[in-house]
């Protein structure tokens, strides 16, 4: 399974941000799986954003929650997040990655990431 995030890696603050990410080697709807959006602030750990399961289903950090949406196309086998703003704490290097379903015993297969500045 390969993974690779898309997306502008600059963004003004209050602005949208999109990025997707698109799957090879798997279905996104097959068998239970979580489709990650994780980020990586310089200097700072991973803050998961959310995850879109196989399902459809959506879960979001409570903390980003009410800006953030996570979206698929099968036909594409990609998944998208949205935020609805940005700020300059945006920064970050995001990723996208695998969990398997059943005890979260950690993420399987991740994308290189990619590099959003928030600046204006």
């Known amino acids: 399974v390969q993974l690779q995030e898309s997306g502008p890696g600059l963004a003004k603050p209050s602005q949208p941000l999109s990025l997707t990410c698109t799957v090879s080697?798997?279905?996104?709807?097959?068998?239970?799986?979580?489709w990650a959006w994780i980020r990586q602030p310089p200097g700072k750990g991973l803050e998961w954003i959310g995850y879109?399961?196989?399902?459809?289903?959506?879960y979001y950090s409570p903390s980003l929650r009410s800006r953030t949406s996570i979206s698929r196309d099968t036909s594409k086998n990609q998944f998208t997040l949205q935020l609805s703003s940005v700020t300059p704490e945006g920064t970050a290097v995001y990723y996208c990655?695998?969990?398997?379903?059943?005890?979260?015993?950690?993420?399987?297969?991740w994308g290189q990431g990619t590099q959003v500045t928030v600046s204006s």
């Open positions: 080697g798997g279905s996104i709807t097959a068998n239970d799986y979580f």
């Open positions: 879109i399961r196989s399902s459809g289903t959506s």
């Open positions: 990655a695998r969990v398997p379903g059943g005890a979260f015993l950690g993420y399987d297969y």
